[in-house]
């Protein structure tokens, strides 16, 4: 549950998400999200500004955020989508998560439901909700199997050692959504979509991709690498020509919305299903 709170001494408004921790386990799991919110300071990720422990439930006070979801913002009726504006999101969105990758913490559930505009007219971005975050180490192979279905990696359908590229994954499939309003890998049921994303193979030849670049299409190609050391990190992704160069040349053809608008109608059907986990 999240309340919208103002501090009275100065007028500062924060997200205030209550959190029941009946269990041990529960109380465990909020400590560790509390941890590695603690370990990020960077504008393109949600701030945490305090934590309170209040009994059997915790308290999480959270930066302020207005916008609301960026694909809510996209299919507004006031806005133009343009590949231009998917390269403006793209690199925000790039940009916070090579700055958790540089901390070695892992996203693990990038979707989004989980990337919110800072105001309601603003192009600028916020990626938020830690809860299935994860530290890495590369000298202690990390096995999970959680997530969101429609956006998770090979890697964690087949219950292998997971790294920051994992997320990178997620990133892919998120570029395809914003461009085209398909789901690449989407099934009829979460058993199918799991074996389209162990096949790792997608196209480009829905008349919605028509308007949009090669380049584009190359960067989406380079994050839906099946294997993981195949994949771009954060750090090459925002050095691709379609986030450097790319949106200069890129077509100012107003891309078709009527798509997107129907995958969020479908995912807010899904809002009901907790994040996927194993057992």
């Known amino acids: 549950m999240v309340h919208k709170v103002v501090e009275r001494s100065t007028g500062n408004r924060f997200a205030a998400k209550f959190i029941k921790c009946i269990k041990l386990a529960d109380r465990a799991k909020v400590g560790e999200e509390i941890a590695i919110m603690n370990q990020l300071d960077h504008p393109k990720l949600l701030q945490l500004a305090a934590a309170i422990d209040h009994g059997r439930q915790m308290i999480m006070l959270l930066e302020y955020v207005s916008g609301g979801e960026l694909f809510e913002r996209v299919v507004a009726d006031d806005f133009t989508l343009t590949e231009h504006e998917c390269v403006l999101f793209m690199q925000q969105i790039c940009s916070g998560v090579r700055y958790m990758h540089d901390n070695n913490i892992m996203h693990l559930d990038m979707k989004p439901e989980n990337i919110l505009c800072i105001t309601k007219s603003s192009h600028m971005i916020k990626i938020i909700d830690f809860g299935l975050a994860r530290q890495y180490r590369e000298s202690e192979p990390t096995r999970v199997m959680l997530g969101t279905p429609e956006f998770i990696p090979p890697e964690i359908i087949n219950f292998e050692p997971i790294s920051p590229r994992s997320d990178m994954w997620s990133l892919g499939v998120i570029c395809y959504i914003l461009l085209s309003g398909l789901s690449p890998f989407m099934g009829d049921n979460d058993a199918e979509t799991f074996a389209n994303i162990t096949r790792a193979e ?78």
């Not at 450097?244 to 890129?250: D, K, L, M, Q, V």
Request: contains cysteine.
């Open 202 to 279: 997608f196209d480009f030849d829905d008349d919605a991709f028509d308007a949009v670049s090669d380049a584009a299409k190359e960067f989406i190609t380079s994050l839906l690498r099946k294997r993981q050391t195949e994949r771009m990190s954060a750090c090459r992704a925002l050095t691709h020509p379609w986030l450097t160069t790319g949106h200069r040349g890129a077509q100012t053809t107003v891309l078709s919305k009527e798509k997107l608008k129907k995958f969020i109608i479908r995912r807010k059907w899904q809002r009901t299903a907790r994040p996927w986990r194993a057992g």
